[in-house]
Structure formats: C-alpha cells, structure tokens
C-alpha cells in the first residue's frame, strides 16, 4: 500500500492564479483532512469530508474549495491565490482514530 | 474550547535524559487524545495515544500521563536519543466527523 500520496511536492504561484492540490489514498478509508501548516502554529483543519460526495469546513477554510466524488481523491482547489496561502499543506484519512498523513506540499505565493 | 494549548515550545535535553511535553484542553466533549511525531521535510506520524477512561500509557520508553481532573495530558521520553529529535504534537479528537484540533508543537533536540 501506497498510504496516503500528494502532488506535487512543491509549488510556486504567484499571487492570483489557482491550483489543486492532489491527494489520493488507497486504504479505503472514509474520512480524509486537509491540514496547513504553518511555524509555531501547529496543523490547521481547512476541510474534511467523512465519505465520497460529503465534505464540510474546518477550522480555516477560506479561499480554499474541495471536492470528493470517491472515495480514494480529495483534491483541494486554490483560487487567486494570496501570500497569506504561504504553508505546507497536509492530507490525511483515517477510518477509525489513527490518522495517515501524506508527506505533504510545500507551496509559496509571490 | 476548541483550543488545545501546548508547551513548551522547544525543548533541548541531553541523551539519556528524560523529555516532557505538556497540554491542556477546555473542552470535555473531547475523547482520543494522540501524540504524533513529525521528522522534517515528512507527515506527522502517530506515536502514541490515550483515551480519558486511562490515567496513563506507556509503549516503550514513551509514556502518556493523563489528568481528566485538570484536563492537562503529557508526553513523557525516557533515556531520549538523538533520532527522537523532531516535532511533537499533541491532540484532541471532537465529538463530530473525526476532527482532531492539533497543539501548536514542540521542537524537540536531544544533544549527544
């Protein structure tokens, strides 16, 4: 098993455009997270989703959108982007209480 | 409430020694309460976890100490070496859709 997988790894945008961040497990798992995160915060819910066509906010979720049409992607949909997007950004699932995190996307917005 | 706050931020000990990692919560609906470890450059990862119906959990040389009373919960390291050092976080799991609400992390470095 794969796990969890991201692409890409890295990303430079300048600010405006717009991007997906891809994430795609193959655990079968229901739940699946988007984290950012950023020095001395620690890791920032934006969205989850607790199965395929069923996704809610977190904790930061604006100028950000996802979608979740199976089971397996969870894409995170970036529009004009903006410096303050500067973070790493992190998916997980889980189908109980140990969430898999990916190895996560470094992005930077100039 | 939702707020899990962790300290200290950064730790240095010598090999050998012992690490401790502190957090506090306010909000008693939470139920699971995981430690994860984060090398650079990688995802966190779960090293160990406790549930509020258990005072304490070791698994190796790490150790979960947990105070429902005082809602405060602690990551202890025994005889610490130089591959512990990295990030920790600890964790609280809500009562809706799984959501853990992470602490802010501590840097941890274990001199030789």
């Known amino acids: 098993n794969a796990g969890v997988t991201q692409t890409p790894k890295f990303r430079i945008l300048k600010i405006g455009q717009s991007m997906t961040l891809q994430c795609t497990q193959d655990?079968?798992?229901?739940?699946m997270y988007w984290y950012r995160q950023d020095p001395g915060m620690g890791l920032k819910l934006i969205y989850y989703s607790v199965g395929a066509g069923i996704t809610d906010k977190g904790e930061v979720p604006n100028g950000y959108n996802v979608s979740r049409s199976t089971t397996e992607d969870f894409p995170l949909r970036l529009e004009l982007a903006a410096p303050s997007q500067t973070s790493v950004y992190f998916c997980a699932s889980t189908q109980g209480t140990e969430q898999y995190f990916g190895p996560g996307t470094r992005l930077t917005v100039t | 409430q939702q707020q899990v706050k962790q300290s200290p931020q950064s730790l240095i000990v010598q090999k050998g020694g012992i690490s401790i990692i502190n957090c506090a919560y306010e909000n008693t609906a939470f139920d699971y309460f995981p430690w994860y470890q984060q090398f650079p450059g990688k995802g966190p990862a779960l090293l160990i976890a406790i549930r509020p119906d258990v005072s304490e959990k070791k698994e190796g040389r790490f150790t979960i100490s947990f105070n429902k009373s005082a809602k405060q919960f602690s990551l202890h390291i025994m005889d610490s070496q130089p591959g512990d050092s990295a990030t920790y976080f600890c964790a609280a799991r809500g009562p809706y859709g799984n959501k853990l609400v992470f602490g802010a992390g501590t840097i941890l470095r274990v001199k030789s």
């Open positions: 655990m079968n798992h229901n739940y």
